[in-house]
Structure formats: structure tokens, C-alpha cells
């Protein structure tokens, strides 16, 4: 699978932009502020119908204009699939698949397997775990097409849950039948979702170690735990037992919107002993395997966008990455970075096709 054609209308600095790509590599080079990282947000959104870096649609269409338009053309399986998004002002975004629209954005998610390392990453190590639980989310529902739906369950029972243990101890009136009634949704939803992460995560450390391995070449003992209430205690019964909490504290303090991945480098938390380098080299195999997962359960590669990659690395680690690539790991990848010249000369004895674009404000011209 991968992107034949990108095409931009008003999306960010861009007013009008048309690349035709390599099915290897393609490197986007140019100084800061050019608009490179804006070109992997757009083929961002082809694949997952949002940014990944900012939520409000709106705020991606071009300054002074009033939409946008990101169409693009993938090989997939032997057949092309147009992808079109369109933003207006105040409108809903339309999605369209072979000019058809879709009914529920949900149901794209996954055609297109696609994973991002960028330098905002460093979020999921240093922030708290809401970030860490989407990290998982989003790389389990690319191949489970029941989980976000599972996901979406869980939360409407929580916030009714939730809404529920409010008005209890604003009123006085304690309600058990209702109760019961959204534990068992919560539950229900909340332990299928437990099975679901548990299961991906026991697969999931062992290939995060081996990619971390490579890259750091065998440098530095870290480890990846998943941390879930549940392991130990059936929702069900946890939430029996923390009800009298539950209603002094009005909120739900069990269950799977407490989960969380503990990351450690020699037994100490990364986010405070991890050097910047170590943190990036961790969150890039966190990246690698989410990657080899998506490879493996959807027997196709899935693309690979690198965005300033280089940064912050050390030239071994570096290597390392490419040789990666050079060996054909990877299917088509995306790479940013400011200079043209670290560009050609990193990928100079790489036998893998490269195409290399100039990026200067919103506009990409082909090198070769
Ligand atoms: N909605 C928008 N309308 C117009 N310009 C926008 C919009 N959103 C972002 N930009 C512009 O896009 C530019 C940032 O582009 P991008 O993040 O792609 O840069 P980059 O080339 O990756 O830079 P760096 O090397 O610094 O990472 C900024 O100049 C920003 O003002």
C-alpha cells in the first residue's frame, strides 16, 4: 500500500500543492516554518480523517480562506483508492472514499495503517496517562474495527455513571437499582476493552524491546509495563468495592480510564533519568513496534512518517534507523528535516528508491 499522488487546496500554508511520490522514501527538506510537517499532517488525515497534531478541523484551513481540500491516491491490494477530506467554516468534515461518502468516519480507520513519529511524541512519555492510554488506543483500533465502538460504550456508561454518583450526593437520594444498572455497562464494555489492551500489550513489549535493543545497540536497560486495576480484580467486583469512594469522591476511581504504560531505563522512571536522546530513541521503538504490530495484522506495510527524525539522535543511532530502511523494513516512508544536504547524504549509499522535495513556504518542488 501507499500514497501515489497528495494534492492540497487552503490547507494550512499551503494555497495549492501537488506532489507525485516515490513508493520508497520521500524526503521533505526545508527550513523551519516551511511547511513540511503540515505535508505529513495532510496524508495524517487521509489515513485517520484528523491531525495528529491538533484537533480543531477548522483551524487547519489556510488563513483567510474559508476551507479546505486534501485529496489523495493510494495503491492498496492492487487497486487505487481516492481519498478526498473537505473542511468548511462551521460544516461538517466530508469524507469520501472512491467519491463516496462515509457513514461513520470510524469505518476508514484502518484502510490506511499509518504511523507517526514526530518530536510532539515526547507528550506520551512526559505527560500524564490519558496520553498513554491513546497511544494504545489508536494503534489497537487500526486493526480492530469493534474498538473504538467498545471505547465509545465505555465512556457514555461512565459519564452517566459518573453524572449519576453527582446527583446521589446532591440530592441525598442514593439510587442502587440505577446504579447497578451502569455498573454492568461499564463492566461489561470496560472488561472486554481490559482483554483487548492486555492481550495486544503481551505481544507488544516483547517486539518494543527487540527494536529498542537495535537501536541503542544494546546500550541501556529499559522496560514497558502495562498497569491496569484490572489485573488483579474483576470490574465487576472492584466496582462493588470502591462504591462508598466512588460516591464521597462523585466519580468512578475504578476501571479502564485508569490504566496506564509505566516506562523505566535501569530501573528509574524515563521521564526524569531518560536523556533527551534516550527519550527519543524509546518513544521511535514504541513507534517501530506499533509498526511491526500494524504489519503483522494487516499483512500489508503500513506508512511510515518520520518527522524530524535526525534531531536529537546520535549519528549511530542514526545509522541504525536507515539500515531499516535500507533493508526494506519499512514500506513507503515520509522524512522531514531542515537540511537538504544531511538529507542526500544520509540516504547517498542507501539502495532504496528516494525522492527528495524542497519545501519553501507552501510550496514543494521536486528535486529528481
Ligand atoms: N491554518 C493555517 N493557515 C496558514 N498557515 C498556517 C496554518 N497553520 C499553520 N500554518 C503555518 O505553517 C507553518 C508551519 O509549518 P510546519 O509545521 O509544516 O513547518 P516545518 O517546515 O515542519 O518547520 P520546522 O522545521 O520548524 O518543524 C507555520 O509558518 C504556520 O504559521
Known sequence: MYLQQLSLINFKNYTQAELTLSEGVNAFAGNNGAGKTNLLDAIH??????????????????????????????????????????????????????????????DHIGLLPLVMISPYDISIIIEGSEERRKFIDNVISQTDN??????????????????????????????????????????????????????????????????????????????????????????????KKTVEKDRVLERTTAGIHKDDLHFSIHGMPMKKFGSQGQQKSFLIALKLAQYSYLYQQKKFKPLLLLDDIFDKLDDSRVIKLMQMVSNHDFGQVFITDTSMARVENIFKDIAVDVKLFYIKEGEADAQN
Open 146 to 239: 469493534h474498538y473504538l465502538d467498545e471505547l465509545i460504550n465505555y465512556n457514555k456508561a461512565l459519564i452517566n455513571r459518573n453524572a449519576l454518583l453527582k446527583r446521589i450526593a446532591d440530592t441525598g437520594r442514593y439510587d442502587p437499582t440505577l446504579l447497578e444498572v451502569f455498573d454492568e455497562q461499564l463492566a461489561a464494555s470496560g472488561s472486554r476493552i481490559f482483554e483487548k489492551r492486555r492481550a495486544f500489550m503481551e505481544s507488544f513489549v516483547e517486539v518494543f524491546n527487540k527494536h529498542y535493543e537495535f537501536i541503542s545497540g544494546n546500550a541501556e536497560q529499559v522496560s514497558l509495563v502495562y498497569e491496569s486495576q484490572l489485573l488483579n480484580e474483576d470490574f465487576a467486583a472492584l466496582l
Open 45 to 106: 488525515y487521509l489515513a485517520l480523517c484528523k491531525s495528529y497534531f491538533n484537533p480543531a478541523d477548522s483551524q487547519q484551513i489556510k488563513q483567510g480562506t474559508d476551507f479546505f481540500i486534501i485529496t489523495g491516491t493510494f495503491e492498496r491490494d492492487g487497486r487505487q483508492e481516492n481519498i478526498a477530506c473537505s473542511v468548511k467554516r462551521n460544516q461538517k468534515k466530508q469524507f469520501k472514499r472512491n467519491k463516496k461518502d462515509y457513514t461513520r468516519l470510524a
